[in-house]
């Protein structure tokens, strides 16, 4: 016995939440990369580059180029450094410090001075630092120059530690996003792998008023309709192997019997006349299924009602014709307006209107009469059969056109076709765009009616 090849070990997926996440986390790095280029490029053109200008201009104004009143000097250069933020010295052209706002600032040589007021800016470890002339045309013993200095001692770590705080709390609070974005997509594998796998009763169980909850109600109403289906195919199957039961006992019983040396020839020919009888109930139910299966080909576009030009009329005095022939001892009235021509499929129309007749035959007393009446309304033609017979109860209306259901009074009374007659007429009759229903009938029977439009329509 050979053994079943190994079925290859399935390869972990990459989940969609990770996937989600991992993306937003990607946009939030671009983000910071982003900011942090557009501060870099910033630094060598900072907003506040005119600034010592207009400082250096505002304290000539003040002391005149070489101040004299050194206390006033220093007064005015705290003011602009506690104004500014910035460190502000005044030096001399030789180097020599007039004043200053802090401690940070030393004598310099006239080179290191000269160099920069020559650039006037240059960057520092932990700062940038200004150079301007407070009297640009004043002779060179009498110039004083303007020294600022904007300090950012721990600005790239403080940068550094600010955007990882930020998308440190932007990482955590966007989990929680991409976790209810992946979760329910997560449900809906799940409930379809166990649909696939054969449990009909998988539901998603999501609830929600979005696009997503749309979706998992869409897919368990299609599960549902799914286990409804093949829960009827099953019971489809299950009654059509009763129903082939009786009538091929019977025949073997009847055989059985023919098959007995002493039997009479017309003991035989009464047997024989039974299994005519049993043969032809098997032909009508083989011939309701198939055209059950066909009528539900049909629904996936492999097989459908091949409609004609039909004169309704004519298709109804055929079908009288057919019920006098078989009913001779019953009264049908007729009651036909003037019609229109139809698109329809006139076999199966015919069988809807025999099978509507004989139901009302069979269920009826044996002097009840059988009406026929059919009139044109605004969008189509309405025909009716109406009987006197025994009827149904109230709540047994919404299931007479179900596969095989039988009302009380039929078991009672051990009538009853096959199960399939008005099931089948049911799907004929909506397969060409119309609708067919029943309705109790005052002072007792039934009236069955369809309904069809003048134009034929896609079931």
């Not at 409930?191 to 796998?197: F, T």
């Not at 996936?300 to 001892?329: M, N, V």
Request: hydrophobic residues 40%; aromatic residues 4%; glycine residues 8%.
């Amino acid at each position: 016995m050979s053994r079943p090849p190994a079925q290859p070990r399935p390869r972990r997926r990459k989940r969609l939440f990770w996937r989600i996440y991992r993306y937003g986390i990607l946009t939030l790095v671009a983000v910071a990369a982003s900011a942090t280029a557009i501060f870099m490029l910033l630094g060598h053109q900072p907003p506040w580059l005119g600034v010592p200008e207009r400082t250096a201009a505002r304290l000539a104004e003040t002391c005149g180029p070489l101040p004299n009143d050194i206390p006033r000097l220093q007064a005015k250069l705290e003011d602009y450094h506690a104004l500014l933020q910035a460190d502000v010295a005044v030096y001399t052209a030789d180097g020599t410090l007039l004043a200053s706002s802090s401690g940070s600032f030393q004598r310099m040589s006239r080179v290191d001075l000269n160099e920069l007021v020559v650039h006037r800016r240059r960057h520092r470890a932990h700062g940038v630092e200004f150079a301007l002339p407070l009297h640009p045309g004043a002779a060179a013993g009498q110039s004083a120059y303007l020294i600022m200095r904007w300090g950012h001692k721990g600005g790239g770590w403080r940068l550094a530690l600010t955007l990882a705080t930020v998308m440190l709390i932007l990482g955590l609070v966007s989990y929680p996003l991409a976790r209810s974005v992946a979760r329910p997509l997560e449900q809906l594998t799940r409930m379809a792998r166990k649909l696939g796998a054969g449990n009909l009763g998988a539901r998603t169980g999501i609830r929600r008023r979005d696009e997503v909850g749309l979706l998992a109600a869409t897919i368990d109403e299609m599960a549902a309709r799914l286990n409804h289906r093949i829960r009827a195919d099953k019971e489809l199957l299950a009654n059509v192997s009763h129903e082939l039961r009786t009538p091929l006992a019977r025949i073997r019983v009847a055989l059985e019997l023919c098959a007995e040396e002493d039997i009479a020839l017309e003991e035989v020919q009464r047997h024989l006349s039974g299994i005519e009888g049993d043969i032809e109930e098997l032909d009508r139910l083989v011939q309701d299924v198939l055209t059950t299966a066909r009528l539900d080909l049909s629904e996936g576009k492999t097989l459908a009602p091949r409609p004609e030009s039909i004169d309704l009329a004519a298709l109804i005095e055929r079908a009288t014709e057919r019920f006098t022939q078989h009913h001779p001892d019953r009264t049908l009235r007729v009651e036909v307006d003037s019609l229109p021509d139809l698109q329809a499929d006139p076999v199966l129309l015919h069988r809807v209107l025999d099978n509507l007749l004989d139901n009302a035959v069979l269920h009826s007393e044996a002097d009840g009469n059988v009406e026929v009446a059919a009139r044109q309304e605004e969008h189509g033609v309405m025909v009716e059969v109406r009987d006197r017979g025994v009827g149904v109860e109230e709540n047994e209306l919404p299931h007479l056109f179900e596969p095989f259901f039988r009302a009380q009074q039929s078991r009672e009374r051990n009538q009853g076709g096959t199960g399939l007659g008005l099931t089948l007429c049911k799907r004929i009759i909506e397969a060409h765009g119309g609708s067919l229903g029943a309705r109790l009938r005052a002072g007792g029977g039934m009236v069955f009616w369809f309904r069809l439009p003048l134009e034929a329509e896609a079931a």
